[in-house]
């Protein structure tokens, strides 16, 4: 467990403030708000109904979104999983913090092993939350509230668990990126025991959420609290209830199924479409376990006095592990430097400030939301952790926050067909500095955001100022670079990609239109009957 003096400095800086305003930390509330933080895995842009998708539902989380604000400009600070947690946890971008690859990933000559032949090594990156940061729960346990965790971690081994950095108590959160064993038990979890076979892991993750209100409940012990409920879902294994599957496949054939679902990629084959019934009725039961949260704050009182948080942590899978779904009109997906891969649904409510659905337009990332929270809460700013984020309170209070650069830094290839890559957005202009090459792309996203229109050519004064800000930020930080790789072969490398066009894509046509079939059986359905004793 973290034990440093900094926490007890913090600690007595929070009661001081407190005692010396003569006021609780929330200006409109009796008692210091609650905080609820929602954070889905793999989970896209438009995978929500509230932003156009036709085919999946997700009705609980658009009551977020009526009920709050939506920032259409909402990013995770990566393509990828780890570094988009720690950037939340920490308030700092990926090439400050170190985690710049999901954890466990290949890196330097390792990655040769993935048989990908690429031109580069991909950079080394930290495999551990660094202990030394205040983290987001840290600070809240300092200012005197209990905190809980729930689902995902990926932020280390044993020894950098939830519990060790700030949570009182951790349910499911370990190692591990995806949920080992399933979504349906018995799973494999040595933080989250296995209670009844069939049970679905989204919804006991939401059951230990509503738990935690009811036995912490503020009433109760007097002080408020900060829960963190991280889904897996829905990150592949992509399973569902045969149920949703028929209910799925049936609309899939209602809107009309294509003749075709992939578009070969710069690696890999991309989804096109929204249509696969097995990842919709993933989609459905999270969406129901965020129901199952947001009704156990209302039903015990809570949830005029809590502040809820909705996002993810990179784009929807649209290529690599389960090809599961399609963000277009953004281009690429989960490990892509595009719109696809880092913009995401980003929701706050905040029951005193707002009521009813707003949107806003300032660009924001993961890292804003611990300042954010902060402020929200009546509690100091720490500006020396949160060093990358900003609060967005003026924006929830109708006014401007001054333009400031969003980096992004993956100095890595994935598993999904991204490329190596930098990017800077600042106001509408996004430019991306791609290593094997050196190349550049640039942007107006108010214009175009498909990212269809490179302009760098014909803007080069935009792309070198650009270009010269990303750099001097990532010089500033200590980040890392890849390199090339002096066994590289073009011709292998071609080879492969050849393969990939001529037998993963026609195989992925097979198999999405097979899923799709009214012959379709899934066996025991991952195991998903409830087993009634």
């Not at 205040?134 to 995902?152: I, N, R, V």
Request: glycine share 10%.
């Amino acid at each position: 467990m973290k034990q440093r003096s900094h926490l007890w400095l913090l600690a007595i800086a929070v009661v001081a403030l407190v005692a010396c305003n003569g006021e609780n930390p929330a200006d409109s509330s009796e008692t210091p708000p609650n905080i609820v933080f929602i954070l889905a895995d793999d989970f896209g842009w438009k995978d929500v109904s509230y932003n156009g998708s036709g085919y999946y539902e997700t009705p609980h989380i658009d009551r977020i979104a009526q009920g709050g604000f939506t920032l259409t400009n909402g990013y995770a600070t990566c393509q990828v999983c780890s570094p988009s947690r720690a950037s939340i946890m920490t308030g700092k971008f990926p090439a400050r913090h170190g985690i710049t690859d999901w954890i466990g990933a290949r890196a330097d000559t390792a990655w040769r092993s993935a048989g990908r032949f690429n031109q580069l090594l991909p950079a080394e990156y930290e495999r551990v939350l660094n202990a030394e940061d205040t983290t987001l729960a840290e600070a809240f346990k300092a200012a005197g509230y209990q905190t809980f965790f729930a689902g995902k971690w990926h932020l280390g081994n044993k020894g950098s668990w939830p519990e060790d950095h700030g949570f009182d108590i951790n349910k499911g959160g370990w190692d591990k990126g995806s949920p080992i064993g399933g979504y349906f038990s018995p799973w494999t979890n040595p933080n989250l025991d296995n209670q009844q076979a069939g049970e679905n892991l989204s919804l006991r993750l939401a059951d230990e959420t509503v738990n935690f209100f009811q036995t912490h409940h503020p009433d109760t012990t007097g002080q408020p609290f900060f829960a963190f409920l991280s889904f897996y879902a829905v990150h592949s294994p992509i399973q569902t209830t045969e149920e949703r599957w028929a209910k799925y496949r049936a609309k899939a054939e209602e809107q009309g199924i294509a003749p075709s679902g992939y578009k070969m990629g710069h690696f890999l084959p991309i989804r096109q479409v929204q249509d696969n019934p097995i990842y919709a009725g993933l989609v459905e039961t999270m969406d129901e376990a965020v129901g199952k949260v947001l009704t156990g704050l209302d039903e015990l009182g809570l949830a005029e006095n809590t502040i809820v948080i909705f996002t993810s942590d990179n784009g929807g899978v649209a290529a690599g592990d389960a090809f599961s779904t399609s963000n277009l009109p953004l281009r690429g997906g989960k490990g892509y430097q595009y719109e696809g891969g880092i913009r995401e649904p980003y929701l706050v409510k905040v029951p005193w400030i707002k009521e009813g659905a707003a949107e806003i337009t300032t660009p924001a990332t993961g890292t804003d939301l611990y300042p954010t929270l902060l402020e929200l809460a009546g509690l100091p700013l720490l500006p020396h952790q949160h060093q990358d984020g900003v609060s967005l309170v003026p924006a929830f209070e109708g006014k401007a926050i001054p333009e400031r650069p969003l980096i992004w830094h993956y100095p890595h290839y994935g598993n999904q067909g991204g490329e190596p890559s930098s990017i800077i957005r600042l106001g509408n202009w996004k430019l991306i500095h791609y290593y094997e090459d050196g190349r550049q792309e640039l942007f107006d996203l108010s214009r175009d955001l498909e990212e269809q229109n490179d302009l760098a050519a014909e803007r080069p004064e935009v792309a070198q100022r650009l270009h010269r800000q990303l750099f001097e930020y990532l010089e500033e930080v200590g980040a890392r670079f890849p390199r090339k790789d002096p066994l590289y072969d073009a011709q292998k490398e071609q080879a492969y990609l050849q393969s990939i066009e001529n037998e993963l894509l026609p195989r992925l046509e097979e198999r999405r239109l097979h899923t799709l079939s009214p012959d379709f059986d899934g066996g025991d359905w991952w195991g998903s009957q409830v087993v009634e004793d």
